[in-house]
């Protein structure tokens, strides 16, 4: 399946639009020239810009091709529909199963599917998952859930 680019700039815009104007209702940092909206507020004009972006080369394209066509293998709605399943799947059982073990099964299991090679999947899905805790939770201060391990969490 492919999409025009003028399809996917137009919601990243809108996207952006929604993100920018949510950001501008987080609160100040009393004493401080910036606070909470500053990040979202540069990821959502990065992101507008970006969207008006691809539009403007969607645009030029638009009659070379059709905006949507649905050919392709099979296989890619599979795919996409694992995208899917996944993010369902951790937003249901991230809370009692943990971050690390559903971000691993999520992670491995798309590698997996996606590229194969069994040991070299499951080594970066491992490697991925215990970064992006690391980040998050150490660095960000950006509590993740233990689930399961939390009995082994000093």
């Known amino acids: 399946m492919k999409l025009n680019d003028a399809i ?4 990243l815009v809108v996207f952006a639009l929604i993100a920018g104007l949510e950001a501008r209702s987080f609160p100040q940092v009393p004493g401080q020239n ?3 909206a500053l990040f979202p507020l540069i990821i959502s004009v990065g992101l ?3 969207g008006l972006l691809l539009v403007a080369s969607g645009l030029r394209r638009w009659s070379a091709a ?7 293998a099979p296989g890619r709605f599979v795919n996409v529909g694992l995208v899917i399943a996944a993010l ?3 937003v249901l059982v991230s809370e ?5 073990p559903t971000a691993f099964v999520i992670v491995a299991g798309l590698l997996l599917r996606l590229r194969g090679r069994p040991l ?4 970066i899905a491992a490697g991925t998952v215990l970064a992006v805790h690391q980040a998050f939770n150490e660095w960000l201060l950006v ?5 399961v391990l939390e009995p082994l969490v000093f």
């Open 8 to 11: 996917i700039g137009a919601v």
């Open 48 to 50: 507008g810009v970006a």
């Open 88 to 90: 369902v799947f951790y």
């Open 34 to 36: 910036y606070g909470a």
């Open 143 to 147: 509590p993740l859930p233990w689930g």
């Open 66 to 72: 059709p905006p949507v066509d649905l050919g392709g």
């Open 96 to 100: 009692p199963l943990g971050f690390i």
């Open 120 to 123: 070299s999947s499951i080594a």
